[in-house]
């Protein structure tokens, strides 16, 4: 089946420092990838997306591209800030044939930035 | 805010009773799905509603848990029979199917403890 595997964490980051976080996929067919975030407290929030080979998704400063010769979509940010501390979850949305694109989600990643 | 929205955000119950799940998806949003997450782990799929249709169960979800979603507009997700096993985070999503892909989002989740 589908699987996702990111980088373990925790990550600690002094702030304005480079941020890479890897994330690797198994999938049949031409997924859509996704990085998601989650901030204390809050629900699930899509960050960026990419839906097909050499897409880049990017938003607020991150970024992602869809590899497929590496089966990669890892998450990039020149410079990090207190705000981004948060954790991280790659995922991959497939048709599943029974009418649903579920996503299959990784681990996560818990970033921390300190000033 | 015409976001998703699940209702009880935390329960706590002891092991053996019966506890319900509601969720209110964006209003034109035609798929809703139900994860969960436990502790450092990412969301993992349940269920899928297209309409008030359930076209997918994943096999997490045990003959304890049942989902329904009549008209499809809110739905509910109960658990029979609550065993520790079942203490995690329960989140609802909807979406509307975009060109390439179908983006979900996510409501806060509940919070279900088992004692």
């Known amino acids: 089946g589908d699987s996702v595997t990111q980088m373990e964490g925790p990550v600690t980051l002094s702030e304005e420092a480079f941020l890479t976080i890897n994330c690797t996929y198994t999938?049949?067919?031409?997924?859509?990838l996704f990085w998601y975030v989650q901030y204390p407290g809050e629900g699930l929030q899509l960050l960026l997306k990419?839906?097909?080979?050499?897409d880049k998704g990017s938003n607020k400063g991150f970024e992602a591209t869809y590899r497929k010769e590496t089966t990669s979509f890892h998450l990039e940010k020149g410079s990090v800030q207190v705000s981004d501390s948060a954790v991280y979850f790659c995922?991959?949305?497939?048709?599943?044939?029974?009418?649903?694109?579920?996503?299959?989600f990784g681990k996560g990643t818990k970033l921390s930035v300190i000033p | 805010d015409t976001g998703v929205s699940q209702d009880p955000r935390h329960k706590i119950t002891k092991r053996g009773q019966n506890v319900t799940f509601r969720c209110d998806p964006i209003?034109?949003?035609?798929?809703l799905y139900w994860y969960r997450q436990t502790l450092g782990q990412g969301p993992e799929f349940l269920t899928y509603?297209?309409?008030?249709?359930?076209?997918?169960k994943s096999r997490l979800l045990s003959d304890r848990f049942s989902a329904e979603r009549p008209k499809g507009s809110f739905s509910t997700l109960e658990i029979q029979r609550t065993e520790q096993g079942d203490s995690a985070m329960y989140l609802c999503?909807?979406?509307?199917?975009?060109?390439?892909?179908?983006?979900?989002?996510f409501g806060p989740g509940t919070r279900l403890t088992v004692l």
């Open positions: 995922a991959l949305e497939a048709y599943s044939g029974a009418g649903s694109y579920q996503l299959t």
């Open positions: 999503a909807s979406g509307s199917v975009g060109t390439y892909y179908n983006e979900q989002f």
């Open positions: 999938a049949t067919g031409y997924p859509s």
């Open positions: 990419a839906t097909k080979a050499d």
């Open positions: 509603f297209q309409n008030e249709a359930q076209l997918e």
């Open positions: 209003s034109e949003h035609n798929r």
